[in-house]
């Protein structure tokens, strides 16, 4: 047996207040699509939406899709995944609404917090670049680069600007 599981993410800057972040999920037996609109200041969950094209049970796990109401107002910061799981899950709740739900929004805060650092990057400010990359969370890269070095994207960027 081979079965593939396919996530798509879009992160689409609308104005200067939000962000729009939509969400796929695919496989053999779901087609799931959850829409989120951020405050970008805040990162606070202003609208929630979702759709369930393909489920295994058809007049049940639509259901779940009203739990979407009890994510507006979610911040994403430090707690964001335990509030999303408990506005998500339960007995009327999906596991993959949650899934999907979730690797948006660390999607969506990657995508802002490198353009924020790119902004930071081209004042020269280490000492906020540094804050920034604590923000975005622990990982090997970020604990094994040094305090000023930049991600390999945003230098060949810097590079490229440079030479124009």
Same mark, same amino acid.
């Given at each position: 047996?081979?079965? +593939?599981?396919?996530?798509?993410?879009?992160?689409?800057?609308?104005?200067?207040?939000?962000?729009?972040?939509?969400?796929?999920?695919?496989?053999?037996?779901?087609?799931?699509?959850?829409? =989120?609109?951020?405050?970008?200041? *805040?990162?606070?969950?202003?609208?929630?939406? *979702?759709?369930?094209?393909?489920?295994?049970?058809?007049?049940?796990?639509?259901?779940? =899709?009203?739990?979407?109401?009890?994510?507006?107002?979610?911040?994403?910061?430090?707690?964001?995944?335990?509030?999303?799981?408990?506005?998500?899950?339960?007995?009327?709740?999906?596991?993959?609404?949650?899934?999907?739900?979730?690797?948006?929004?660390?999607?969506?805060?990657?995508?802002?917090?490198?353009?924020?650092? +790119?902004?930071?990057?081209?004042? *020269?400010?280490?000492? +906020?670049?540094?804050?920034?990359?604590?923000?975005? *969370?622990?990982?090997?890269?970020?604990?094994?680069?040094?305090?000023?070095?930049?991600?390999?994207?945003?230098?060949?960027?810097?590079?490229?600007?440079?030479?124009?």
């Amino acid at each position: 047996m081979r079965a +593939r599981r396919t996530f798509q993410f879009d992160v689409i800057d609308e104005d200067q207040q939000t962000i729009t972040l939509e969400g796929r999920l695919q496989d053999p037996f779901h087609h799931i699509t959850v829409g =989120l609109v951020l405050e970008k200041r *805040g990162l606070r969950i202003v609208l929630a939406t *979702g759709s369930m094209d393909r489920v295994p049970y058809p007049l049940g796990c639509p259901r779940s =899709l009203c739990a979407l109401d009890r994510v507006k107002g979610l911040e994403i910061r430090p707690g964001f995944v335990r509030s999303l799981r408990s506005a998500l899950s339960g007995e009327l709740g999906c596991p993959y609404l949650v899934e999907l739900t979730e690797g948006i929004c660390r999607f969506a805060l990657v995508v802002i917090k490198s353009d924020e650092a +790119r902004q930071i990057a081209a004042t *020269g400010d280490d000492e +906020r670049f540094a804050l920034l990359r604590n923000e975005m *969370g622990e990982c090997a890269g970020h604990t094994l680069a040094k305090a000023h070095q930049l991600p390999d994207w945003l230098e060949r960027e810097m590079k490229d600007k440079s030479r124009d």
